[in-house]
């Protein structure tokens, strides 16, 4: 008789594990499921339309360097940098110009070179767009961490300071400068001028896999909605094409993308 009413008891203590053991992974699942849809779904509801987009991006690469001395006989180089021109193009969607696609706030952040260059010390500056494809470098557009634009609709502004167009209607300009890539290197053959490009690079011995650069950063934009998306963009620094190389003297490549913003507040 013990031995039944044992047995039953470990029978109902088992069912009772069981039945709360199936309950808990029953509620556990309501709760993650109830955690997704208020997670998602209103990500979701912001993002049903693409509102604004990066979908296309103009690279022009080359190379410069700074003198230290020259004579017939040789040249010694203090700085041989490469620079590669970057012109990034914000469109929307709509043609119309309404509160919801035109700008109120961008600014560009979270900066990360996801693989540098042996050679050199890679920099990121902020570039007027009037001088894109020249070999200038302007310390004051530096950016140490992040960058924020002045945003306008006046038609005579000033693109020395980061400034863009509430229309979209300029693109966001950055040059990538590659500095110090040879420091005190004197060329001894002068019976080929100089030319202050990629074909520095040549002459100086760089081999392109040494300098080759990727790296990323996101862009925040804020409607005049007060609605703020971001957008991570991802670059590499176009060295070598399929016919071309910065060893010829430059590169100018338009890249189509596909990097749209999304909604996040």
Not at 12 to 38: A, D, P, Y
Not at 85 to 109: H, Q, R
Not at 152 to 179: F, G, Q, R
Request: aromatic share 12%.
């Amino acid at each position: 008789m013990n031995k039944k009413k044992n047995l039953l008891i470990v029978i109902i203590v088992i069912s009772l594990v069981f039945i709360f053991l199936v309950g808990f992974f029953i509620f556990n699942r309501h709760m993650l499921k109830t955690n997704f849809e208020n997670d998602i779904l209103p990500f979701a509801r912001k993002n049903q339309n693409t509102i604004f987009k990066i979908n296309k991006i103009t690279f022009f690469s080359s190379c410069d360097a700074k003198n230290k001395t020259a004579s017939n006989s040789n040249f010694t180089i203090e700085d041989l940098y490469q620079y590669t021109d970057i012109a990034l193009f914000i469109t929307s969607t709509s043609e119309e110009k309404t509160l919801e696609n035109t700008l109120k706030k961008v600014s560009i952040n979270n900066i990360k070179f996801t693989s540098s260059p042996t050679l050199g010390e890679p920099k990121l500056y902020y570039k007027n767009i009037n001088n894109f494809a020249k070999s200038e470098i302007s310390e004051e557009n530096l950016i140490n961490g992040n960058l924020d634009f002045n945003i306008t609709s006046e038609d005579e502004v000033n693109l020395d300071k980061p400034t863009l167009y509430n229309n979209l209607a300029n693109p966001i300009v950055l040059s990538y400068i590659n500095h110090n890539i040879k420091t005190d290197y004197t060329i001894t053959d002068t019976s080929t001028p100089m030319t202050y490009d990629g074909s520095l690079l040549k002459r100086c011995n760089i081999l392109l896999n040494n300098i080759a650069c990727s790296f990323s950063f996101d862009v925040y934009v804020t409607n005049n909605l007060s609605q703020e998306f971001k957008c991570t963009i991802y670059i590499d620094i176009p060295l070598d094409l399929d016919n071309q190389s910065i060893y010829n003297g430059n590169i100018t490549l338009k890249k189509d993308t596909n990097f749209n913003f999304y909604r996040y507040r």
